[in-house]
């Protein structure tokens, strides 16, 4: 594809809800990475898949979050159970090489927990 | 692990004038370093990257950083802004090996004033 898509653009869930974040990377991407981006903060790192391999998953907040990537392409970020403080962009990010010399973003979701 | 810091949260400058963002690091390895720039309403975009070799890099929109390993320093610089540079500004470090995951700055907001 053209660029790392990430929907829903917005979510609003309510305390408690379970939501489902979808990242498309670019097409032959091998690095896939998740981050979270609170507001007035810069991104903060979640986890990291090579392929389907989660090779790294430790900046996961809790065992509320999860995420996968079964077939080494899209990859889902889920929440369960969410709470305020889960409000953020989360944001992914792809590389085609394994390592992180340059990263292509997604424009985020924008989750909002009430 | 490793950190940075912006020290800088905004800059406001006119048209046409220099600007230099600063960004300093902590690690106690090797690292790459990074800028990366958001416009407004769109996903992260690398501006420049420093891996090995020469410590000035150059960018795209005619960005240049210096690294300075003895004060541990990234420090980003245009001699000219244009309005078009207004966005967010990001310093990120990364280990060179191990661990892939890149460690952000809180970010700088460059405004140029008309």
């Known amino acids: 594809g053209a660029g790392v898509s990430q929907s829903p653009r917005y979510k609003v869930a309510k305390r408690g809800q379970d939501v489902a974040l979808r990242c498309d990377p670019i097409?032959?991407?091998?690095?896939l990475f998740w981050y979270q981006q609170a507001l007035g903060q810069g991104p903060e790192f979640l986890t990291y898949f090579q392929n389907e391999a989660q090779l790294d998953k430790s900046g996961l907040p809790s065992d509320r979050f999860f995420a996968e990537r079964p077939e080494g392409s899209v990859s889902t970020l889920k929440i369960q159970r969410t709470q305020q403080e889960d409000s953020a962009v989360y944001l992914c990010a792809s590389s085609l090489s394994p390592r992180n010399e340059k990263l292509f973003f997604g424009s985020g979701t924008q989750l909002s927990v009430l | 692990a490793q950190s940075v810091t912006q020290l800088d949260s905004q800059v406001p400058v006119f048209e046409e004038a220099p600007v230099e963002l600063r960004c300093n690091y902590s690690?106690?390895?090797?690292?790459?370093l990074f800028w990366y720039v958001q416009y407004p309403n769109q996903g992260l975009q690398l501006l420049l990257k420093?891996?090995?070799?020469?410590?000035l890099v150059k960018g795209i929109n005619g960005f240049e950083a210096e690294f300075n390993k003895s004060q541990t320093s990234f420090h980003l610089r245009k001699p000219s802004v244009h309005i078009s540079d207004t966005a967010e500004y990001f310093c990120?470090?990364?280990?060179?090996?191990?661990?892939?995951?890149?460690?952000f700055g809180t970010g700088t907001r460059l405004t140029v004033i008309p």
């Open positions: 990120a470090v990364s280990a060179l090996t191990g661990a892939n995951n890149l460690f």
């Open positions: 097409s032959g991407h091998v690095s």
């Open positions: 690690s106690s390895v090797s690292v790459y």
């Open positions: 420093y891996l090995s070799g020469s410590t």
